[in-house]
């Protein structure tokens, strides 16, 4: 069973790149999607019901973690896979064979880095995901696009490659305490008491760095804004949503591995302090930002930032963050596939060009605002929900100062982003330029986004009780040694 | 044995000098083959008994870093019409010079570390370190986008170093992985190289400056 979590995305992949017809292919990912969704939730149901799924002398094993990240980016990549025929349609001039191909090989290299319990090979997963969908940014085969390709490929191969280093550094720790060195993550928690503390320090600062970068923590953000601008929004999504997702699992591992040796702390602090700057540094850049999808990219490093804080602070804030990152991506699906039927309609990204879209495509318009409600945490959709638990724990636990910061940077973040979105959606459109077609909003590209809204409103009214059950037994199995 | 180890450690810390202060791409990329070439023989010494899959691995270590990866380097930069990379941001005496006192540096930080018995005298970790931070000055002092591949690679090298003393904890698998993706990454980097050159008809990076707040 556990192989299949693999192969069938795999699979379609291999079909995706052999199927002849440009206008057919997208097709394949929505049925792909369900696909995997409905073996996703197979694997999650076998485990809820106490089987234990695991493979390759137990290098791979289904645990309470991996299955809800699984869960919820394959529930991500259906929903993003029902958009998909549409906008191809859209850039019907544009070879797909491998733009889809390479989704399904993304949603692959994910599923094993959720699986993976030898480092290593969560390793080499996580940067087949790099090298998958690099090509997915330069879909626009244009000088920006480029650009951002190149900052993307070298700026995250060289921040993985620091984190193998952590992970050497991890597996001399278990050798100098006189075991056998290993990186099985299992070994690894199991003895991690004994784990020599100065190579268990520096081998978790640079997993932490590397996998951060993939994650798109500030300071080593800096080719997020660059990537997420100049990627189709769907690319955007799952970058988002998605492989920054898995970055976090890999970061939660080593976590795991340092709760277990009683070095809670020290991984707390630093938690805690890049969880702050990022929204800083996500908070400065939205103001006035003047390009819509730079304006997502950094709020994503904010709420990359949020989520980190969360695990920083503990307690029921580990359950807020592992909440968050499921009604961050859902809401972050919303905003980049509303934002990239905008960027259509206008031929543009800049405020200086987009305004009015209530008035030229009504349906995205309306999303795009629902969305910059719902992702700033406005009641009542699914981020206040986590974003208040998070708060709440910082508050009860006596963390009064970062529970001070926190809001405050919540609060510039409303009005930076505000302002920029407010602008694109009010007022008059400007004329369209004459003789160039004019996209409106159709159900093919609308109707996905607004099932993803409906998903965020929902959660932020009700969370479902297995859902409930699913994060408990997460932050749960996150916060306990073995 | 240990003599010939330390030698071949040596000969990578010398190449790693020489890389950082050439200007001929071709004699970088020479460099960093033969390092490849170097770091299998490396493999192939520290592996106690070599079985089946033990000499595998050296073969592909040999293989992709010593002569797959160069070649398909020497192509890229063929296609890109590039033989020099002219102005770095700091010129090649300072980054030989840099590179020399990094050495050091890593030599005397590496007795400073609680490392395992059997490697307190061990040349590999200042070796590692000296490599990567060799692999980092490549990367953020020169322009044309081959020699940050090449920066890139060399602080793989570095960090496959440090992977020697590990050998147990590295299964035959991953390391394969680890080498796959390797000449995956170079592979699609080349190709990115290939249409940058063709879309501003040069490969330096100075070129990438549109994206910025």
Redesign the interface.
């Given at each position: 069973m556990i192989y299949l979590l693999i192969a069938f995305p795999l699979f379609m992949a291999a079909a995706t790149f052999l199927w002849p017809s440009d206008r057919t292919r997208p097709w394949l990912l929505p049925i792909g999607g369900l696909g995997q969704l409905a073996v996703v939730l197979g694997a999650m149901s076998l485990t809820m019901h106490g089987a234990v799924l695991t493979g390759l002398s137990d290098w791979l094993r289904l645990d309470a973690l991996g299955r809800l990240i699984l869960g919820f980016v394959s529930v991500l990549f259906f929903l993003c896979s029902l958009y998909a025929p549409g906008y191809l349609a859209l850039r019907a001039d544009r070879p797909n064979r491998l733009f889809c191909g390479n989704l399904f090989l993304v949603q692959g290299l994910m599923s094993l880095v959720m699986v993976s319990h030898?480092l290593?090979?969560m390793?080499?997963a996580m940067?087949?995901t790099?090298?998958a969908s690099?090509?997915s940014l330069?879909f626009n085969?244009n000088?920006?696009s480029?650009?951002?390709?190149?900052?993307y490929?070298?700026i995250g191969?060289?921040g993985i490659?620091l984190a193998?280093?952590g992970s050497?550094f991890l597996?001399?720790a278990?050798?100098?305490a006189g075991l056998?060195?290993?990186?099985l993550f299992d070994a690894l928690v199991r003895e991690a008491p004994r784990l020599?503390p100065?190579?268990l320090h520096a081998g978790f600062v640079l997993l932490f760095v590397g996998y951060g970068t993939k994650m798109g923590l500030a300071p080593m953000h800096t080719w997020k804004?660059?990537a997420y601008?100049?990627a189709p929004g769907i690319v955007g999504t799952l970058l988002a949503g998605g492989v920054t997702s898995c970055a976090f699992l890999a970061i939660l591992r080593m976590y795991h591995i340092c709760v277990a040796a009683g070095e809670a702390d020290f991984a707390r602090e630093i938690f805690v302090a890049t969880g702050l700057l990022s929204m800083a540094v996500g908070a400065v850049?939205m103001v006035r930002q003047r390009d819509l999808k730079r304006l997502l990219a950094y709020s994503s490093v904010e709420h990359m930032g949020i989520l980190v804080l969360g695990i920083g602070l503990g307690g029921a804030a580990t359950y807020g963050a592992l909440l968050h990152l499921i009604n961050n991506g859902l809401t972050k699906a919303v905003l980049f596939l509303s934002a990239g039927n905008i960027h259509r309609a206008y031929g543009s990204k800049m405020t200086s060009d987009v305004r009015g879209a209530l008035k030229r495509v009504p349906l995205s318009g309306a999303l795009f605002l629902a969305g910059f409600l719902a992702i700033t945490g406005s009641p009542p959709f699914a981020p206040f929900v986590s974003e208040f638990t998070i708060l709440s724990a910082a508050i009860r636990d006596g963390h009064f100062v970062v529970g001070g910061l926190f809001l405050l940077l919540l609060g510039v973040v409303f009005v930076g982003m505000g302002a920029t979105v407010l602008g694109v959606v009010q007022g008059e459109p400007p004329d369209p330029p004459p003789g160039a077609p004019v996209l409106r909003d159709s159900v093919a590209t609308g109707a996905p986004i607004v099932l993803c809204l409906a998903l965020v409103l929902l959660l932020g009214l009700y969370v479902p009780r297995p859902l409930v059950t699913l994060v408990r037994e997460a932050a749960a199995f996150l916060e306990t040694a073995p | 044995m240990h003599a010939l180890l330390d030698a071949l450690v040596i000969a990578i810390l010398a190449l790693n000098l020489y890389a950082l202060g050439v200007s001929r791409i071709r004699a970088v990329i020479n460099a960093v083959a033969l390092q490849g070439v170097l770091l299998g023989g490396l493999l192939f010494l520290v592996h106690a008994t070599l079985d089946v899959r033990g000499a595998l691995l050296v073969i592909a270590t040999l293989v992709i870093k010593g002569v797959v990866i160069p070649a398909f380097l020497v192509h890229a930069m063929r296609e890109a019409e590039i033989q020099h990379e002219v102005t770095p941001f700091v010129s090649f005496m300072s980054s030989m010079l840099l590179g020399a006192v990094g050495t050091g540096l890593a030599v005397g930080f590496a007795h400073t570390?609680?490392?395992?018995e059997p490697h307190t005298n061990a040349l590999l970790v200042p070796a590692s370190f000296a490599t990567?931070w060799t692999g980092f000055l490549l990367?953020i002092t020169r322009k044309k986008?081959i020699m940050?591949v090449l920066g890139?690679l060399l602080?793989?090298n570095g960090?496959f170093l440090?992977?020697l003393?590990?050998l147990?904890?590295?299964?035959f698998?991953?390391e394969i992985?680890?080498l796959?993706?390797l000449f995956?990454?170079v592979f699609?980097?080349g190709i990115?190289i290939h249409?940058?050159s063709r879309?501003?008809s040069s490969i330096s990076?100075e070129?990438?400056?549109?994206?910025k707040?």
């Open positions: 030898h290593g090979l390793w080499v940067e087949g790099t090298l690099a090509s330069y085969h000088a920006r480029l650009e951002a390709t190149w900052k490929l070298l191969s060289v490659a193998l280093l050497f597996a001399y278990a050798l100098k056998e060195s290993t990186l020599s100065p190579w804004p660059d601008g100049e850049f | 570390l609680p490392l395992a990567v990367l986008a940050q890139y602080l793989e960090i440090f992977g003393l590990l147990e904890a590295m299964p698998m991953v992985g680890v796959l993706d995956t990454g699609v980097m990115i249409h940058i879309e501003f990076t070129n990438l400056a549109e994206l707040e």
